[in-house]
């Protein structure tokens, strides 16, 4: 039987073990939805977004609808190598350990734009920048003993083809191709990863 977060009974919530989580771009869609229901089961929920007043409003949402929710937004720019080793380390040094990473967020820009490291924006963020997050945050993951990690992907990989020329925008810019190798890519490291880390 599957019950909607808010039908959770407190029983439910203080018999399981509670989990810290880290979200991806949990401002809004699936990542927002994402972070409601746990923080609805009483988990400990960090998610990021981009500027730190995006994620004020669901944090205030939640709190209000499940007072003893923990909830809380951080700040951290994919499309950032510089951000991406800044958060990772300032999370390390706050949270002994974390035992869910959900790598959700995913930028679709319809014109050409890159990211601060010179890459295609949708392969820099979307791939790139979840790439990093992860590889940097495995210490922290191991310390939980059975951690996960989760990617959110898309129908769209079926489009996808990773071509090696296009990861710095060289070539003309067709936003669908480009949303649909970021999310072919992210596809592929998650099947590798569950690989090495069997």
């Known amino acids: 039987e599957i019950k909607h977060p808010?039908?959770?009974?407190s029983q439910t919530v203080d018999t399981m073990k509670t989990k810290t989580i880290l979200i991806t771009g949990g401002e809004g869609g699936v990542g927002a939805a994402t972070a409601r229901a746990l923080a609805a089961?009483?988990?400990k929920v960090l998610f990021t977004c981009k500027e730190q007043e995006e994620g004020t409003a669901l944090c205030q949402e939640i709190k209000t609808a499940f007072p003893r929710a923990s909830?809380?937004?951080l700040v951290l720019d994919l499309a950032s190598f510089s951000s991406i080793r800044l958060f990772a380390d300032k999370l390390?040094?706050?949270y002994d350990q974390i035992d869910v990473l959900i790598n959700n967020a995913s930028l679709a820009p319809l014109t050409k734009q890159k990211?601060?490291?010179g890459f295609e924006l949708q392969f820099g963020a979307n791939y790139l920048g979840h790439f990093l997050l992860t590889q940097l945050l495995l210490d922290i993951l191991n310390e939980a003993g059975k951690a996960r990690i989760v990617h959110t992907?898309?129908?769209m990989h079926w489009?996808?083809?990773v071509d090696f020329g296009s990861f710095h925008g060289e070539k003309f810019y067709d936003p669908i191709r480009a949303y649909a190798q970021s999310k072919l890519a992210?596809?592929?490291f998650s099947n590798e990863l569950s690989r090495r880390l069997k």
Do not use: C, F
């Not at 808010?6 to 009974?9: A, E, I, K, L, P």
């Open 153 to 155: 992907s898309s129908m």
């Open 41 to 43: 089961q009483g988990h």
């Open 159 to 161: 489009l996808g083809n």
């Open 71 to 73: 909830i809380k937004n």
């Open 92 to 94: 390390q040094r706050e």
């Open 115 to 117: 990211s601060r490291d």
């Open 186 to 188: 992210v596809l592929l």
């Open 6 to 9: 808010s039908q959770t009974s």
